[in-house]
């Protein structure tokens, strides 16, 4: 299927069914990246072979999808974006998974709106001072620095934002309509969301909302020394979500650093840090069909 659009909460947001039958799993990355990055499909195509439908969807800020400022952090934003999504497509409940901040996105969606989930499966879930301070930075710093110097027209140039500006062309408008000052106060808020804090073993959510999970979830740790997804958060997750299964990665311990090693090099010309997803495809499928 094509890429569809549908408007919510005042910008457009693009999504893909991949599948002709079968129940529907939401599908999400990390990062800001889009549903097009390498290693997403190939994962969504061998659940689309194990007899499900997968929706890909552009979060808020991310490929096609309008940018978009609002809400108590970035991701906060994205479950509410998801939960329009599901529900105008009138796809729920419905199984929810990601990976990395995909993850973040889907265990709050069902935080926030455990109605429209079956079941959960998380992981490369986010977590420490070093997995939390980087996304901070990389995320939400520069806005903050490029609004403070010269306001929006400075924010509409940080590189990101750029590639956000060249996919869809309507997004310098979007920025262009921002209030420094109201932009500003949010970008601080999202940043807070990132400063790591007691009770709060993932970014910006209280522990005590992992209480509202109660479907059935996986957890696919994170490995041994992956100090962006550490394995000590993984565990902390599954303590705190009753019931919840956690399994080993399928991939290798140290894949998550041999991908960015590799990027690093300048050897792999393009992004690969989720080529190992696909890996997870045969777990992912006999969690889903065990689990009631």
Request: net charge neutral.
């Amino acid at each position: 299927m094509p890429d569809k659009k549908i408007e919510i909460n005042g910008g457009n947001v693009v999504y893909e069914i991949l599948g002709k039958e079968g129940e529907f799993i939401v599908l999400t990355p990390g990062g800001r990246f889009s549903k097009d990055i390498p290693g997403l499909k190939p994962l969504a195509r061998k659940l689309v072979d194990g007899g499900y439908r997968v929706l890909l969807w552009d979060r808020p800020n991310c490929g096609k999808s309008d940018v978009q400022f609002y809400g108590q952090s970035e991701s906060h934003m994205r479950a509410e974006t998801l939960q329009q999504l599901i529900t105008k497509l009138d796809i729920g409940p419905c199984i929810i998974a990601g990976g990395s901040g995909g993850a973040r996105d889907s265990m709050l969606t069902t935080m926030l709106y455990p109605e429209l989930v079956k079941k959960l499966v998380v992981w490369n879930i986010v977590g420490g001072v070093y997995g939390s301070f980087v996304l901070g930075s990389y995320y939400i710093v520069p806005s903050i620095l490029a609004v403070r110097g010269a306001g929006m027209k400075a924010v509409a140039n940080v590189a990101e934002w750029q590639e956000r500006i060249a996919e869809i062309p309507d997004n310098e408008a979007r920025f262009a309509a921002q209030d420094p000052d109201q932009f500003l106060k949010l970008m601080l808020r999202w940043l807070n969301a990132f400063v790591p804090k007691p009770g709060q073993t993932i970014p910006g959510v209280e522990d005590e909302m992992f209480d509202n999970i109660t479907v059935p979830t996986l957890i696919i740790r994170g490995g041994e020394n992956d100090l962006d997804h550490p394995k000590r958060t993984s565990l902390e997750v599954s303590c705190l979500i009753k019931g919840s299964k956690v399994i080993d990665p399928p991939w290798p311990e140290d894949a998550w650093e041999r991908a960015g090693e590799a990027r690093a090099s300048g050897k792999v010309k393009r992004f690969n840090m989720f080529d190992t997803w696909v890996q997870a495809a045969p777990a992912i499928l006999d969690f889903l069909k065990k689990s009631k």
